[in-house]
């Protein structure tokens, strides 16, 4: 690919001030009033610090969980015993908080931050922090029963495992209050519609909104499984519950969650991190393209985590398969897009040769580092997921811990690693202060990375011999596992744990430093929203605008043909469950 040098060039400690140089990139439309700005920034920062909260607390447990897949049992130490009651407990706690809270409530913040500044609108601020308030009321609910060891259910919590109420309603509430953020944000941009006819969405908000929108279809799974069957029964309200029925509803919203996870960080793999890189964002319509082929696919592919359960017909399960061979497609068409723009920005750079260029991509900037080495991560991650997906593989690692690999370098890393190099940015631009180290954020980075990485090779690895995953299986070990040949990667799995251990402490060193310091300014010309140039815009117009963009315009339109097209893909598998309802009673096993 060959490029034209770019005007202006982002440094590698942090994107330059608007005005500074001469830019074709957008810059978020001002806001005049300034309390309303500073209200909308504190809510997204609380959003993003009951984030980074839980995320240090269910990340300190994860060394425990690696450490077990390295042989070595800590719950029984007796400073672990007087925390967790069980190895259960520390992994329903860690699922939760990590994959559960952490990503809900970064993404809440996030997705509500980013278009509301690229549409320059005003919000109901009452309201904004009315959800906040719900949000973390949900969360501190269902908090009490998980840490009082009354549900650890992991954070499946498949029944008839049951936990208390309390757990159901909490979640219930949270997950809920995400819902609010999408009417809030939908109305928003139909209210920008209104008073901007003929105009195309500006990109950000476009990828925003139409995350929203899948979320929204997505989540109907499971606030359908928690609401109808989970809470009355564990009221006591119905005498039993139906395994298959809650935990197809469950998948429903199970797999879309991880694009409701990935595709924030799609959001700023897209706009910003070329201009991190000093590079240009490639195709604006092709971005949008790819984000409506989220919007309709993320969800009728659910049933691929169910390749081994009775009582779907294969039918079903064929198809669900081939529609996640097809989901892949648009996380293709971003390796493409992301790769093509980190390359403009390298050539821009200086760079040279077919992958000589590589080099001169800003590796020491952690905000870029972090994105670009969860993509790299993403590759195998993705790979992976194939495999799991095709029902011929599925046989050999479904419910093994080759599961927990796949899921680290896919939302541990392409999610998480990224949502840490945003937070570098994002918080100084939020609050006005200074990253305190970009060094030692590197180190924390990098060690992330490898760390994953190691994790994930030893997880998966041990996975292909069989090893089961959420099991205590350090204490089994001498029994069960003592003929295989996995002494190899049951070390690099323990090596990982300690790798991971000192990456966390770096880098919410790093974070605690740089929100416990004084503010410096407002943020918004020390640490601007680091906007790209796109090397093909969609225009502003959209009668002259070309025709994917005018195609993918309508997102009200893709909305409902989502909706209808899950419910083509569920409708008759969920029929048939209801039509015979197998109820059974609960179970406690902890
Ligand atoms: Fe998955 C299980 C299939 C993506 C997370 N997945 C899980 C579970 C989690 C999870 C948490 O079909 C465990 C659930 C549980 O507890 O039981 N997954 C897929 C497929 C994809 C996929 C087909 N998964 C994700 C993402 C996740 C995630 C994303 C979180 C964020 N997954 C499965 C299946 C199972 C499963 C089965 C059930 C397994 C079982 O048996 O239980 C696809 O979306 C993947 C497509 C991705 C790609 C990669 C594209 C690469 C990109 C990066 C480009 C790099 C660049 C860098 C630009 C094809 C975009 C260049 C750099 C330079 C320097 C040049
Ligand atoms: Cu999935």
Redesign the pocket.
């Known amino acids: 690919m060959t490029t034209s040098p770019l005007p202006t060039r982002s440094r590698p400690a942090a994107a330059p001030p608007p005005g500074a140089a001469s830019t074709a990139a957008r810059q978020a439309p001002p806001i005049a009033d300034a309390a309303y700005l500073a209200s909308l920034k504190k809510v997204t920062q609380y959003y993003v610090v009951t984030a980074f909260l839980a995320l240090f607390v269910g990340v300190l447990i994860g060394p425990l969980q690696a450490l077990n897949y390295g042989g070595i049992n800590v719950y029984e130490l007796p400073i672990i015993r007087n925390l967790l009651k069980s190895y259960y407990q520390g992994l329903s706690l860690h699922g939760v908080l990590n ?1 559960l809270v952490f990503t809900q409530f970064f993404i809440s913040g996030w997705m509500l931050y980013l278009p509301v500044r690229d549409l320059g609108m005003r919000i109901n601020m009452r309201f904004a922090w009315f959800t906040y308030a719900l949000m973390t009321l949900g969360l501190l609910l269902a908090a009490v029963p998980l840490l009082t060891n009354r549900s650890t259910l992991l954070y ?1 919590f498949y029944p008839p495992m049951q936990g208390d109420a309390l757990f159901y309603i909490g979640a219930a509430i949270m997950v809920g209050s995400s819902l609010l953020v999408v009417g809030q944000v939908v109305n928003m941009w139909l209210r920008w519609k209104r008073e901007n006819p003929g105009r195309v969405t500006p990109l950000v908000a476009f990828m925003s909104v139409s995350v929203w929108m899948m979320w929204a279809v997505a989540s109907l799974g499971i606030v359908i499984e928690v609401v109808v069957l989970l809470i009355p029964w564990s009221l006591g309200l119905v005498g039993g519950v139906d395994p298959l029925l809650s935990k197809t509803l469950f998948w429903w919203t ?1 797999h879309a969650i ?2 409701f ?2 595709l924030p960080a799609y959001i700023s793999w897209y706009a910003f991190v070329p201009r991190h890189a000093g590079g240009r964002t490639v195709s604006e319509p092709l971005t949008r393209l790819t984000f409506v082929l989220f919007l309709l696919n993320s969800v009728p592919v659910g049933l ?2 169910q390749y081994s359960d009775p009582n779907i017909s294969v039918l079903w399960k064929t198809l669900h398969m081939f529609l ?1 061979f097809l ?2 497609v648009p ?2 068409l ?2 493409f897009s ?2 093509a723009s ?1 390359e403009d920005g390298a050539r821009a750079r200086g760079g040279r040769g077919l992958v000589g260029w ?1 080099t001169k ?1 800003p590796w020491g900037n952690a905000i870029f580092s972090a994105q ?1 080495l969860a ?2 991560s ?2 195998l ?3 992976g ?2 495999v ?2 095709s029902s011929t593989f ?1 046989g050999v ?3 093994t811990a080759w ?1 927990p690999g ?2 680290h370098i ?2 541990g890393t ?2 998480t690693l990224s949502f840490m190099g945003i937070a570098l940015w994002l918080i100084p631009h939020l609050t006005g202060k200074r990253l305190p180290s970009m060094r030692l954020a590197s180190w924390a980075v990098w060690t992330w990375f490898v760390g994953m990485m190691v994790f994930a090779l030893g997880m998966h690895w041990q996975g292909l011999y069989g090893v089961t995953r959420r099991a205590l299986v350090s204490a089994t070990a001498q029994d069960v596992y003592r003929d295989m040949p996995i002494g190899l990667p049951v070390a690099l799995t323990a090596i990982s744990g300690v790798i991971l251990l000192v990456s966390a402490i770096l880098y919410f060193y790093v974070l605690f430093k740089m929100l416990l310091s004084k503010r410096v300014d407002n943020g918004e010309v020390s640490a601007p929203i680091p906007y790209s140039e796109k090397i093909s815009p969609a225009g502003e117009n959209l009668a002259t605008a070309g025709k994917l963009v005018r195609y993918t315009e309508p997102l009200m339109a893709l909305w409902l043909l989502t909706l209808v097209l899950v419910l083509m893909m569920y409708g008759p598998v969920l029929g048939r469950m209801i039509a015979n309802l197998q109820l059974v009673p609960g179970w406690r096993l902890y």
């Open positions: 994959a499946t199970g991880v694009y996870w990935v691929h985590h996640t989901i892949a996380s293709l971003t390796a992301v790769t980190l590589v991509l670009v993509m790299i993403f590759i991650g993705g790979a997921g194939i799991n997906a599925a690692v479904h419910n599961i796949h899921f896919t939302v392409a999610t």
